[in-house]
């Protein structure tokens, strides 16, 4: 596929030789929508997943990639040559591959912002972070109108020719898309991710360079050949003994100077699973994810859901207490479970390991179960089909008589919206909602088909080093608060809820 000569000037030679442009637009398109979602998890370990980084990694990206078709389209009518839009690829694919390298230093400054909600700070860093990667998806959307402008030669084709190569382009970029949600980040990480599209772009530009610009294919070959290292440094005194990107989520398990090891997902501003140095208990809000079911049912139970198990904190505490129940840890991130094999002692006498999402799982078993236990977050949301009166009435179905279902809701401090917004939506299938505000951040939901306040007797087949700790937490019952909307799976705006409840604690600076 030829060039088309500019106004006064002759096609030059290297336009008719390799790469086509075809191969040009189809790498751009992969390189463009890999990088987007390279750059979600890259921000992930230190800001999380939450919908406002989404929003502000896809509003980046379109500005980016619309700048560049603007860029492009202009540099294409003074240069209308495939050594030029080469160039621009390569200076591209070599930023690519910078991104994950110089954004280090910046992500650890935003992270320390983060940590002292100080609004400002935060959104500036956040903003810093976000322009390295626009530079180069920037250079990268140059590349469709200058392919446009090469491939045209007769402007009665235009539309056949501009619809191929978009066509093309947008083949490339579900390639990218695919390829690097499903294959690259969960298989070679993050940092590999970036510096692979880096270099596939730099291999196709190459070829239509000097000598002297091939040079610089040196950067994504050496970028790709080191170790990665580790992602994010551990703190205080805590030690990184273990850390893998799953197909969902940066993970990994820190273990402190006590002894104490806890598994860190994402930004890692929560503690989803908690190995203490010694014994069974964490003082943590799993104890009263044990505990309270047992109050509000006055005997043992069974069998048990535990509904986003994580390194499996619950199991192990439950398959020490009451060896005899069954218990069935639902997990959607299989990598979790086998991380709270390894490092958590995720073990007991009656376990069943699902791999699965919640929802699904209830509606596709028909086991019935004492107690389920929801912990399903991808910090800082529930998910939102786990909060609607349709999903509790599927709970509903699965508990026996006198069954109980028990959700963690983690809020700020000074927010308890989500709390209101959940018991409402409970209320609507179950008898009695009570409410655990076992720590500040951390409530725990209560529903069953009796009454569960007024401090109830505590079970005659309690363990006793539990009777304490249940003395505490009968204490801390209480009826859950009224007030909220119910829920249902057409509208259940739990991401604008926790959004703005994080938005407005953070601009308080407390």
Known sequence: MGGVSAPGRAATAEDGRWPPL???????????????????RLLAPWFGASTIVW??????????????????????????DRRSLCAVVLAAGVLLALVPVVSQPLLSVSVKAF?????????????????????????????????????????????????????????????GVFAAALG???????????????????????????????????VPVVLVALPTGTIKASANGARVIYETETPYQYARVLQAPDGVRTLELDEGLAVHSELPAQGWLTGNYWDGMMLDPLLLRGRAPMAVAVL????GTS??????????????????????????????????PHLRVITADA??????????????????????????????REFFALVARRLTPGGVVVVNVGHPSTSHALERALAATMRADFAVVTSDPV????????????????????????????????????????????????????????????????????????
Do not use: K
């Open 308 to 311: 986003g198990n994580a390194g």
């Open 359 to 388: 929802r699904p799982y209830l509606r596709s078993t028909s086991r019935r179960y004492d107690a389920i236990l929801i912990d399903a977050y991808r910090q800082p949301y529930i998910p939102f089909y786990l909060t609607t």
């Open 22 to 40: 075809e191969l040009i637009v189809v790498v751009v398109g992969a390189a463009s929508l890999g990088a987007e979602i390279a750059a979600a």
């Open 439 to 510: 720590e500040p951040e951390n409530t725990l939901l209560l529903a069953g088909d009796r009454a569960s306040a007024g401090h109830p007797a505590l079970p005659t087949d309690l363990p006793p080093e539990l009777t304490g700790p249940a003395q505490t937490a009968r204490a801390r019952l209480r009826p859950a608060p009224r007030g909220g909307p119910v829920w249902t799976d057409d509208r259940a705006p739990v991401e604008w809820l926790i959004d703005r409840s994080i938005v407005n604690y953070a601009a308080r600076g407390q």
């Open 115 to 175: 940590s002292s909600l100080s609004a400002g700070a935060f959104l500036g860093s956040l903003a810093g972070v976000l322009v390295l990667v626009a530079v180069p998806v920037a250079l990268l959307g140059c590349a469709a109108p200058w392919a446009l402008r090469i491939a045209l030669r007769d402007p009665r084709e235009s539309g056949r020719v501009a619809g191929r190569l978009y066509a093309l382009s947008t083949a490339g970029s579900l390639v």
């Open 55 to 80: 929003a502000n990694t896809i509003g980046t990206v379109l500005v980016a990639l619309s700048l560049g078709y603007w860029l492009g389209g202009r540099a294409a009518d003074r240069r209308p």
């Open 184 to 218: 690259l980040v969960p298989f070679v990480g993050t940092r590999r991710t970036f510096e692979l599209f880096a270099l596939c772009l730099a291999l196709v530009a190459a070829p239509a360079l000097r000598w002297r610009w091939r040079a610089l294919l040196a």
């Open 315 to 348: 199991v192990r505490q439950l398959g020490h207490f009451f060896p005899r129940t069954r218990i069935d840890a639902v997990e959607l991130d299989g990598r979790l479970s086998d991380i709270g094999r390894r490092y958590f002692d995720m073990v007991a």
